[in-house]
């Protein structure tokens, strides 16, 4: 017969082993693959010019895209698909930007996909005001709670969180809540990430440095007048602003 201090170190020795289990459960380091899919005929539908090359065939363009991360910095890029061609117009009609963050100094530096060119952004991170809800769901085997950005008056903004992974990180340098983002979206489903691999590993410091040597760099604002100044009869405004939505 067990006695009753055999008892209470059995019980003691239990809570001991879940409290270990649910510390080594936690992750602050790691890859995660995410993969997003955006609805054009969702995105541009409204725009005449875009309506007559996007079908039902090719509404959907799916790529994947990687984020590794630690404590304090991150960064995210796209995975080029191989097997997958160029892509064609079609191609240009998403983004494919490189995001380097450092949640310390609240720092971005952006690699920005145009048309197959390049800018480059260094600016500090905006603080978004998250709504964080009761809802939840599953994403790769992680319990994940849902949170609302309010982007503008007519665009809304869905994450799921996990907390199990601590650094406040996320697709396309979205940030800012208790926990790393595992799945993202617009209101309309327009464009969804949604992560698909997780792997708990230390990315090595080199994975984290960006570019430093390069002649032109900007500002959000400074680039975004650029490209109307000299896009502009081709570009309506919100065009523009759906190319930075994500920044």
Request: proline share 3%.
């Amino acid at each position: 017969m067990i006695s009753k201090a055999g008892i209470k170190k059995i019980v003691f020795t239990g809570i001991l082993f879940l409290l270990t289990a649910n510390t080594f459960a936690q992750i602050s380091s790691g890859r995660i693959v995410y993969e997003r899919r955006t609805n054009l005929k969702k995105r541009y539908g409204d725009n005449p010019r875009m309506k007559k090359m996007i079908t039902e065939q090719n509404k959907i363009r799916t790529e994947n895209f990687e984020l590794f991360f630690n404590d304090s910095v991150s960064v995210f890029k796209n995975i080029p698909d191989a097997g997958a061609g160029d892509g064609g117009f079609m191609k240009m009609m998403t983004t494919r930007n490189t995001t380097y963050q450092n949640s310390n100094t609240r720092q971005k530096f952006i690699i920005m996909d145009l048309w197959g060119s390049e800018a480059v952004i260094k600016d500090s991170v905006e603080r978004k005001s998250w709504k964080i809800t009761e809802n939840k769901r599953m994403i790769s085997g992680y319990n994940c709670r849902k949170a609302i950005w309010q982007m503008n008056d007519s665009t809304r903004i869905y994450a799921w969180y996990a907390e199990e992974l601590i650094p406040t990180v996320g697709p396309e340098g979205f940030e800012g809540l208790p926990g790393t983002i595992l799945g993202l979206a617009t209101e309309d489903g327009s464009v969804v990430y949604f992560a698909k691999e997780i792997k708990a590993m230390v990315p090595a410091a080199a994975t984290f440095q960006y570019p430093d040597k390069i002649k032109d760099v900007y500002t959000e604002e400074e680039l975004k007048k650029i490209l109307f100044e000299r896009m502009g009869q081709w570009m309506k405004p919100q065009d523009l602003d759906a190319m930075f939505q994500w920044l």
